[in-house]
């Protein structure tokens, strides 16, 4: 006699394994794009830092010292100038208005908890749902999307850069695939929510993102349960340093972005 499984044993474990897939690969998905989008934020603080080196051995002073005494938009259109294949795709932070002076947004955005906010049409303007609402939106070579906020004071860092790391790719959240920036008067750049002696006091926590040069610190800033996006502003930070906002020895991108998903 020859050993055999029977169509019921074969069926059966086929089932197991399709159980067992259909619960591991979702996470095994959400791991590598988590990868992906890990490895693109590296690539844009990278950019950005040798952007402000290079700015500072040009023009003598750093981006912070140039954009306190600059319009926004000036500064903005230099400093894009240093993008690896510049592309300006609007001169306002919300698009172009239409005939009825309605802004229609570039595209949808979220905040970390995955929660839509005025990403569609606004005839406000300023309320661009990203934070960094002063400058025109700028692209580059990779796809990757900036946007820059006010101009700081004399003595302070800035401005503020927003920057979506995959463009209008997927999943557009706050702290997943969109960061914000600080330019330092030392001629650097340091993730929001990173601490330095030239940072401004203000704190921004306007629901309408429409705030002043500021700089957000601590955990209170990278949460992921609010609906208010500006606390997820300081999620750079953690970001970078790959460390959980809350849990000692977990990591950011699969620990605490494995949280974000499953919520």
Known sequence: MKKAFTLAEVLITLGIIGVVAAMTLPTLINKTKNKELHTAFLKTYSELGQIALLFKAEHGISVAEYA??????????????YFSG???????????????GVYEGLYAMNSLNGQAFSGGPNTGGKDSSFLCDDS????????????FNNAPQDGENGPVICVDVNGKKGPNRFGA????????????VIPMGQEH????????????????????????????ASTNYTKNASCAY????DEHPLISGRDYWQDFLGEVYRR
């Open 68 to 81: 306190a005494f600059s319009n926004i938009n000036d500064t903005a259109d230099l400093i894009s100038k």
């Open 238 to 241: 953690y970001a970078l340093v």
């Open 197 to 224: 002696d030239d940072n401004t006091d203000y704190v921004c926590n306007s629901g309408s993102g429409d705030c002043n040069n500021f700089s957000n610190e601590g955990n209170t800033y990278c949460d992921k």
């Open 86 to 100: 510049s592309t300006k795709l609007s001169d306002d932070a919300m698009g172009t208005p239409n005939k009825d």
């Open 136 to 147: 025109g939106i700028y692209s580059n070579n990779r796809g990757e999307i900036f946007i």
């Open 177 to 188: 695939d969109y960061f914000l920036f600080i330019f330092t008067i030392d001629g650097g």
